[in-house]
């Protein structure tokens, strides 16, 4: 492999580094395999998202077709293509809120953006334009362009860009392990979090607030379980003072919860919902931002009032992209993957238990198909990450691709894998942990 340094300016890297990159070049079910030639069984499925597998025939074969037949048509100015129609109503169907419409875009990052906008525009159609402020969490992944990356809450993504800024406000990270609420119960921790809530929300002004965004499980941030009712109440808050919910599953969304929509699961009632990774099993590039029914129909009345709504991209509705994600839903529903999912997260959740309580485990999560074992640096006397860096390479080592949030290892595989291969990652992250440890 050639040792020359890349020209390509690589997402989320230490720009410095003099080493190349670990090069992918082939996939196979679960597993890819190196440019050296090593496979791996992949434990994240690429960025949490590859959720059908890398050969799953049907996305080739429907993207091939869509291509042979029509290539690219946008969707501007009221022409667009029929696969981006289909998909909206395959979309709609599924939609685990009353629905409105259904905008398509790129990527997590720029349905956030548009749901921004769109809460935006929605309080301004109504004769509110000072509601432009959102909030979102400390430890929340939104994104990295202008708005999501403001609205996330992890330093490092703001550093340099000049993001975040007044209209950007932070809600305490709902983490049971938060320190301030050390000590605390469940339902006092809920109450604690909603008060700060409410009480950021007053002291900027209800007025001025136009959206709170949130994962229903916090991926990035480190895995975060939300503690129960925290949203519900939340919720409660939100409708005191009018300020729209915006649910982002980005990751959560098509399954991975053991759920269509992490939505349902976890019994949300968000005005909007982001998604993209899972939409298109990734594929090929492509968001959708779910418009509640409510939103819907005030953007419609905004736009009367001036005409043209004013947002879009090139490649919203891409044909290709929609054909594949319109396949990929229809393999979602025809092998029931949230079924699937529930079946094999029990396994998934028993495997990764048996580390809490070991040494320099701090805490184990798991939810569906997604799971996160965080170490104490403190405890081993390391710097915080260097614990999760050290079990992720030993982890490479033994053949099993992981990601790490801080010290919090994370498993999120395709959708798709059964209960043998997901005891074949615990026994390699196991061996991980014991090379480490
Ligand atoms: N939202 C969540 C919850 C994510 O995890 C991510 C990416 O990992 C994004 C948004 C941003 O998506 P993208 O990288 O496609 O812009």
Redesign the pocket.
């Known amino acids: 492999m050639s040792t020359a340094p890349t020209r390509m300016l690589e997402p989320h890297t230490p720009l410095y580094l003099d080493t190349p990159p670990h090069v992918i070049t082939e996939g196979s079910g679960i597993e890819v395999r190196d440019a050296e030639g090593r496979w791996y069984v992949d434990g994240v499925a690429g960025?949490?998202s590859v959720t059908l597998g890398y050969s799953e025939p049907r996305l080739v074969r429907a993207a091939t077709e869509q291509m042979n037949r029509l290539p690219f048509y946008g969707s501007f100015n009221h022409r667009t293509n029929d696969v981006a129609l289909a998909l909206a109503a395959d979309v709609a169907e599924i939609s685990p809120i009353p629905m409105g419409r259904v905008f398509f875009g790129n990527?997590?990052?720029?349905?956030?953006d548009s749901a921004i906008k769109f809460a935006r525009y929605y309080h301004w159609a109504q004769g509110r334009p000072e509601r432009r402020k959102i909030i979102s969490h400390h430890c929340g992944?939104?994104?990295?362009?202008l708005a999501?990356g403001s609205a996330t809450g992890l330093s490092h993504i703001h550093h340099g860009f000049g993001l975040a800024g007044d209209d950007f406000l932070s809600a305490h990270c709902p983490d049971p392990l938060h320190p301030a609420s050390r000590g605390m119960s469940e339902e006092e921790q809920v109450d604690w979090l909603v008060r700060d809530f409410e009480n950021l929300v007053l002291e900027t002004g209800p007025e001025t607030v136009a959206a709170f965004i949130s994962?229903p499980i916090l991926?990035?941030g480190g895995l975060i379980i939300p503690p129960a009712g925290y949203f519900a109440r939340i919720q409660e808050v939100l409708d005191r003072h009018g300020i729209l919910f915006i649910a982002?599953e980005?990751?959560t969304g098509y399954g991975r919860t053991g759920q269509m929509f992490a939505t349902t699961a976890l019994g949300l009632r968000p005005d909007i919902i982001?998604s993209?990774?899972g939409l298109s099993s990734s594929y090929l590039?492509i968001?959708a931002t779910l418009v509640g029914e409510r939103v819907s129909e005030v953007l419609a009345e905004g736009s009367r009032q001036i005409g043209t709504f004013g947002h879009g991209f090139t490649y919203s509705g891409h044909p290709v992209a929609a054909a594949v994600a319109r396949e990929t839903l229809a393999i979602v529903r025809e092998r029931d993957i949230p079924g699937h999912v529930c079946e094999v997260a029990p396994h998934l959740a028993r495997g990764l238990e048996k580390f809490r309580g070991a040494e320099l485990v701090r805490d184990v999560r798991h939810y569906g198909l997604l799971g996160g074992v965080q170490f104490d640096p403190e405890q081993a006397g390391a710097e915080p990450g260097r614990l999760g860096q050290e079990v992720l390479e030993a982890a490479k080592q033994r053949g099993l691709l992981l990601r790490a949030m801080g010290d919090t290892v994370v498993f999120a595989p395709p959708l798709i894998i059964t209960p043998g291969q997901v005891d074949e990652v615990l026994e390699r992250f196991t061996a991980a942990y014991d090379d480490v440890l």
């Open positions: 960025l949490w990527s997590g990052s720029d349905a956030n992944y939104h994104g990295t362009t999501a994962e991926g990035a982002d980005v990751i982001t993209a990774k590039p968001s």
